[in-house]
């Protein structure tokens, strides 16, 4: 629970640093682009927040919010550089924001995992 707090503390700090430092970046388009890993920040602190009420399907929300994260930051990532380079300062933010989604999703299948040990009758 402490590690998804911080995952989506750094997932929002990560997408308010890339929007407000959009013109240092020297990117082009548009800088709410950047305003992704907001999103799922706080999709993830939505869950947290539901699984306190329903531990399972919070647990399973954050799962599936971080593989939502890995996928469209992938799709993203093709979108930039078509996986040759990480040369743009959006994709080394975009390639952040995936991994900061692959830990998340590590720690949470872990939950689970334990979840089912706990609750699995014996045989």
Known sequence: MLLTVLNSICLI???LAGFLGWE???AEGN???MLMPVFFG???LI???F???HYRHG???GVIIALLG???AAVRIYQYEAFQSFDLAKTRLIAGMAGICLMQMAVAWKEVQDDRNDMAPPI
């Open 51 to 53: 699984g306190r009420q």
């Open 59 to 61: 647990l399973y929300g």
């Open 70 to 72: 890995v996928i469209s």
């Open 24 to 26: 240092k970046m020297g």
């Open 13 to 15: 700090a990560l997408g």
């Open 31 to 33: 800088p709410a682009e």
């Open 42 to 44: 706080g999709a993830l």
């Open 47 to 49: 869950c947290l927040a």
